[in-house]
């Protein structure tokens, strides 16, 4: 691991020779008053100050539609792989927390090459935040800071970056920046004052128990009133699915051909919210209750994703589903907060 330290002007052109490197460049820019992820074609177009994407870098790990094989009839299919070099820019701790986890969920048991494929190609540039979003609570799932998953992390200091290259990726991408000194002890401190800054901001809605006591908090609340009490209002839009970095469930289509022969296997994001999620073979639903599927959403960040990924919350506090739920439902904290009041747990 190498900590330098460069000038936000510097920097800018470090931005630029990577734009023009033949690897694919993505990095935040604004759309209005908000940010997204999109392909980065100038330096000037960049804002690592940003508060929060619409949507996570979980579109480009994990695209909405992706080819998986072209068949021919049951005589033949050819496996299809849909990946290049791309670097991804601006990326916030809690988002590299729900990269991390989907690299661990997509690597074990049945590993999938299309994801990992793609993931090996990709390049991660992380930032720390520079301005807390009005939902995020990163800091009571212990995602305010991240320390692995990332090539290099980059965390702004005022008139310069402090950065950390911490793979062979990362310290190849230093040789851009010639300009780049080594981090002086007043440089670290001044990011150490970031993460602790953030550990403390990062908290617009404050999570009243360690995130580690949710399995067992779950556990005990399968029959809460509160399901019954939230889901009420809810539309089944499945907005919170869709921007949730942490969420990676998905359908799997096949686009046949006039021959009726031919034709594309694709995956598309799908949604735990959404009426269909659980209907199989015979129209059966087996969760056609609203109220169960959103139990069955809470569940899964709190306890059946942490069972497989030894016991790693599937929810790193981005706020995203907060904002996006028009109905004013969605938000993780104030449901596992008022499980917390209703139950005894000595
Ligand atoms: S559940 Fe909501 S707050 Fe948690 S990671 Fe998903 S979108 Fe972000
Ligand atoms: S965003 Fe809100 S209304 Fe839409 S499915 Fe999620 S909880 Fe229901």
Redesign the pocket.
Known sequence: MSVNTISKDRFKQFVEALIQSDQRVVGVQARGDRFVFDDLKAADALRLDYDVTILSPRKYVLPPKEPLLKFDGRASYESLQESEPMVLLGVHPYDMAAINQMDLLFSQDEYDNHYMCRRKKMTIIACDVATPSENVFAASMGTATVDSGYDMLLTDIGDAYVVEAATDNGKALMNLMPDARPASEADIEKRQAVWKKNEHDLNKHMLECKPSFLPKLLEKNYDHPVWEE??R?????????QVCPTCYCFDVQDEVNWDLKTGVRYRAWD?C??QDFATVAGDHNFRKDRAA??RH?LYRKGKYVPGKIGGQIACVGCGR?IT???????NPVDVYNQLMERTDIG
């Open positions: 939230k889901a209002l809810c539309y089944s839009c499945g907005s919170c699915n949604g919210l959404l599927r959103f959403r589903c996006a739920c028009t109905a004013k439902i969605a």
